[in-house]
Nanobody, 124 residues
Framework: VQLQASGGGLVQPGGSLRLSCAVS????????MGWFRQAPGKEREFVVAIRWSGSRTGSADSVKGRFTISRDVAKNMLYLQMNNLKPEDTAVYYC??????????????????WGQGTQVTVSS
């Protein structure tokens, strides 16, 4: 399976962005799908995930109530709607797929497939 993330950019604090992840090779509903992010000098961190069944997991405390994950099975697309963005949300955002459907959805090592990342910069 191949993943292609897009939709990043420069946005002012309080603004919104929607990230997309195009999945090719196999249907998205075979995978747990996750969004992660990595800021300069920091480790890659979990943002939120959606299981192969369509159920959403909990999100990181830092984005709770602001970020929402969704998918479109017909289009084989994964999305991350980000609202009320803050400067600390600045990072490269990655989509990832886990064919093993691990219960540990927040761990990067559970995911065997990664997109190339898309930069999100929140700044005035």
């Amino acid at each position: 399976v191949q993943l292609q993330a897009s939709g990043g950019g420069l946005v002012q604090p309080g603004g919104s962005l929607r990230l997309s992840c195009a999945v090719s090779g196999r249907s998205i509903n075979n995978y747990n799908m996750g969004w992660f992010r990595q800021a300069p000098g920091k480790e890659r961190e979990f943002v939120v995930a959606i299981r192969w069944s369509g159920s959403r997991t909990g999100s990181a405390d830092s984005v709770k109530g602001r970020f929402t994950i969704s998918r479109d099975v017909a289009k084989n697309m994964l999305y991350l709607q980000m609202n009320n963005l803050k400067p600390e949300d600045t990072a490269v955002y990655y989509c990832a797929a886990d064919g093993g459907r691990s219960v540990a959805v927040s761990l990067p090592q559970s995911y065997g497939y990664w997109g190339q990342g898309t930069q999100v910069t929140v700044s005035s």
